[in-house]
């Protein structure tokens, strides 16, 4: 039932490339969470849970949120509404090259290559948000020869994440180039294809890590293995997994341990990850062995049970109906805010909902900063 709903989502907001991509990565996640614990597409430690009881509690928590959220959507779907990213105001030239300058800055110091061939580099924090400086970027560069510099670089970030073996930057920042340059060029029908390697190139670089080398012979190792997992994503069920822990540790904790988690959550969104046990996949890996991440109802579930669950979708709710808007009923910031959401998708329901809450908060101080700044510069020059 939890796949019929999230197919029928689809369905509905085929035609809005910002819902799309966002209901489309859920249904593809919770497609593989099913396939990998209920149908026996996997076997292996992420799938050791599927006989528990926590599983069956997992799955019916996905399919409350599944109903949810299509409950919130808009009764009419506007087609093809990518929300224009550009201003009508004219922007300088100055702010474009300082954000140019500080997206080569963070692309030599914000990732750190591996020490041995063939090893995965790491991401640092600031590299990740790199995505802020992309979207405003593009924001300020409305001019062909300025989106063409800014797609250059986004597409060394791209390459030098896959050549280590990294997916969840570059593929945030393919769905940043594909929304601002190609959505309001291609429709769904068309994309099918593009989207079909994509899962091969990024199954064979989360098989093969930094090893992958895209000659022909492992690209059709990746097809069959593919075929022979039902094209499961091994990131969603690795993360449901890890949520599975969550609701574990739910059972034994007791509620005042739950809320003082969700305080330290809250301090985290605006003091930055020095607060301790504000990561809940950190806390419950003292319990049980995962490898992080988590799916987004579940992490609410943990905190708020049911409750926890409403408050999200009504949280989203907010931002659907903006994505689904013109773009003059929505103000530039909101507009470049719902792009950053839908292209933050990946993270914020397979690893932490950190991104919808500490992540738009630091695009708003970065993009009023922004602003500021051009504001004293037009001052300057009159």
């Not at 528990?52 to 019916?60: C, K, T, Y």
Request: charged share 10%; proline share 2%; hydrophobic share 50%.
């Amino acid at each position: 039932m939890t796949i019929i709903f999230n197919m029928i989502t689809v369905f509905k907001v085929r035609k809005n490339w910002l819902l799309l991509i966002i209901f489309g990565f859920i249904f593809y996640s919770n497609i593989s969470i099913v396939l990998a614990n209920y149908f026996g597409y996997a076997n292996n430690i992420f799938t050791s849970f599927s006989n528990d009881m926590s599983s069956v509690l997992g799955i019916n928590l996905l399919f409350f949120t599944s109903v949810c959220l299509y409950c919130v959507l808009p009764n009419h779907i506007i087609k093809n509404n990518t929300l224009s990213i550009y201003s009508t105001s004219k922007k300088s030239d100055l702010i474009f090259l300082l954000i140019i300058i500080v997206l080569i800055f963070i692309f030599f110091n914000g990732f750190t290559k591996p020490s041995i061939a063939g090893g995965r580099g790491a991401t640092s924090t600031l590299y990740e948000y790199s995505i802020v400086f992309f979207i405003i970027g593009y924001a300020y560069g409305e001019e062909k020869y300025k989106k063409i510099i800014i797609s250059l670089i986004l597409f060394l970030y791209v390459i030098q994440d896959m050549i280590y073996g990294g997916r969840g930057s570059a593929l945030q920042l393919i769905l940043i180039f594909f929304i601002v340059i190609c959505s309001n060029k291609i429709d769904y029908k068309k994309a099918i294809p593009i989207i079909f390697i994509g899962m091969i190139i990024f199954t064979g670089i989360g098989n093969y890590r930094a090893s992958f080398d895209f000659s022909i012979n492992q690209i059709c190792k990746v097809f069959n293995s593919l075929l022979e997992t039902g094209f499961v994503n091994d990131t969603s069920y690795s993360a449901y997994y890890t949520s599975l822990t969550f609701l574990k540790v739910k059972e034994f904790v007791g509620v005042q341990t739950q809320l003082y988690l969700l305080f330290q959550f809250i301090l985290y969104i605006f003091l930055g990850s020095k607060i301790v046990d504000s990561n809940l996949a950190v806390y419950t890996r003292q319990y049980y062995v995962h490898y992080y991440g988590g799916v987004l109802p579940l992490y609410m579930y943990f905190y708020l049970g049911i409750l926890g669950i409403m408050f999200i979708v009504l949280y989203l709710k907010f931002w659907i109906k903006k994505m689904n808007e013109s773009s003059k009923k929505v103000s530039h910031l909101q507009r470049c805010l719902c792009i950053y959401i839908s292209a933050c998708v990946p993270r914020w329901y397979l690893y932490s909902p950190s991104s919808l809450f500490r992540g738009v908060l630091i695009f708003i101080f970065v993009y009023k900063m922004v602003e500021l700044l051009d504001m004293i510069l037009k001052k300057n020059i009159q």
